[in-house]
């Protein structure tokens, strides 16, 4: 389907950048939209199928979103209400897949220009906690932790396994109520909400003056760069990007950068982000096949290279921002 034919009952075009507001595009990439499998949980969200829809590059920043998003009530919410097995959600705190992403959040977290880590216990909020996972590794450090889980079932089970709270409100709800927290982490969530400046400045709210919030995303311009030359490369595979709109948003790090400059944030730094392994990531076959895939090799690569040089070619990025308040140097 071509760009200006998009079916207006589906669809309801983006008109600005979601990052510094600009109007200027370029089309980059034509992702799929198929979600027949929920023909019978969910008719109204089996309509998106056999569709395509074009991935926008803003000019002035080279934040990437889609060019329209579906006018269906909820329908991330519809769209991501997956009714996981109970041992898939066991096998997801586990299998430690996510435990170098964490390791690095709680790294960052240590060495925050503002102290994060001094006057322990203070209080952590892990938004979009899942299982509970960096939760767990959080307190094994000192941090009083809480979550903020959406799935009903990853939820409950994040709060049997670890014994601490996890909120079934949303970051906007919790900011309303008073609760403020040192740390707040968002790892690998923002890049599935769209407009995501605001809830940017929803976690600013919920930081104590001169609190540090890590964000992890996938970096969209190296993502994209890796898809293009892996459907070159690779006979019969086709570049997938955000199939389905699972991601919303494609940072680089200077989009990263002014979002959260936008919301309010200070002391900006933008590196480089872990990626996930592949489960089981213990043993000697795991090690080796987890360090020898592409993305691993270009994660240690990169890492000995100054940042500042090649931080477009980052898979992952990892920020780190504090929140100003009087004690804070600018
Ligand atoms: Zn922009």
């Given at each position: ?5 998009l ?109 994060c ?23 094994e ?108 948003n ?30 089981p990531?213990?043993g ?47």
């Amino acid at each position: 389907m071509p760009s200006n034919s998009l079916d207006i009952t589906l669809f309801e075009r983006v008109i600005a950048c979601w990052i510094c507001g600009g109007t200027a595009f370029v089309p980059y990439h034509r992702l799929r939209m198929d979600l027949a499998i929920y023909e019978s949980q969910d008719p109204e969200l089996a309509r998106y199928r056999d569709l395509t829809l074009a991935l926008h590059r803003c000019v002035s920043c080279g934040f990437g979103q889609p060019e329209a998003l579906p006018t269906l009530p909820q329908f991330f919410d519809r769209m991501y209400d997956q009714r996981w097995s109970d041992d898939w959600i066991v096998s997801e705190f586990r299998n430690g897949a996510k435990d170098l992403i964490f390791k690095r959040t709680l790294e960052a977290v240590r060495k925050s220009s503002n102290g994060c880590g001094a006057g322990k216990p203070a209080r952590f909020l892990d938004v979009g906690a899942h299982v509970g996972r960096l939760l767990f590794l959080a307190r094994e450090q000192g941090w009083q932790c809480e979550g903020i889980e959406l799935n009903p079932k990853t939820r409950a089970y994040a709060e049997s396994v670890t014994g601490l709270k996890v909120h079934h409100r949303n970051a906007q709800q919790l900011a309303g109520s008073g609760e403020r927290y040192r740390v707040v982490t968002l790892i690998d969530v923002l890049e599935h909400i769209p407009r995501p400046v605001e809830l940017l400045r929803t976690l600013h709210a919920l930081l104590e003056e001169g609190g540090c919030l890590v964000v992890k995303v996938p970096n969209g311009r190296a993502q994209h760069l890796k898809e293009t030359w892996k459907s070159r490369l690779v006979p019969g595979y086709r570049a997938t990007l955000a199939d389905n709109l699972v991601h919303v948003n494609h940072f680089n790090p200077r989009a990263l950068e002014l979002a959260l400059r936008n919301a309010g944030f200070d002391q900006i730094r933008v590196g480089q982000g872990a990626p996930e392994e592949i489960p089981p990531v213990t043993g000697f076959r795991a090690l080796i096949r987890n360090r020898m895939r592409p993305c691993f090799l270009g994660f240690y690569l990169l890492e000995s290279l100054p940042s500042s040089w090649v931080s477009s070619l980052f898979l992952h990025l990892q920020a780190v921002a504090i929140k100003p308040g009087p004690h804070t140097s600018r």
